[in-house]
């Protein structure tokens, strides 16, 4: 990520662990939610097509989210704004993800 984005892994990691906490693969999060939590300013462009198109991408500086196992969806709106995304597990996360459901399963049957 950008620089000005330095909070970028430790958020995705905590997002990540919310996902498993949650025992769910996918969560969809506001862009104001994104935003609080990376302490950025909506005016630096965080709400645009744009700049969600390249953190999908994951190319050059915006691969964070993608080095840290998700995947980005999102529906702009008509003029280009983005006002929520979606986050899924990648499929090796997704993997671990599972064994660790079937494992938790495997504990609460054997109680």
Not at 49 to 73: E, H, S
Request: proline letters at 4%.
């Amino acid at each position: 990520m950008p620089r000005r984005y330095k909070g970028w892994k430790n958020w995705t990691i905590a997002l990540r662990k919310r996902m498993y906490q949650d025992r769910c693969p996918e969560t969809t999060v506001s862009i104001d939610e994104v935003a609080e939590g990376l302490g950025a300013d909506l005016a630096d462009g965080i709400g645009s097509k744009r700049f969600w198109d390249a953190c999908r991408d994951g190319k050059g500086n915006f691969d964070t989210i993608a080095k840290q196992g998700l995947l980005i969806d999102f529906e702009p709106k008509a003029d280009g704004s983005v006002k929520k995304v979606t986050f899924r597990l990648n499929p090796t996360w997704l993997n671990h993800f599972q064994r660790v459901q079937e494992r938790e399963l495997s504990k609460a049957v054997l109680s």
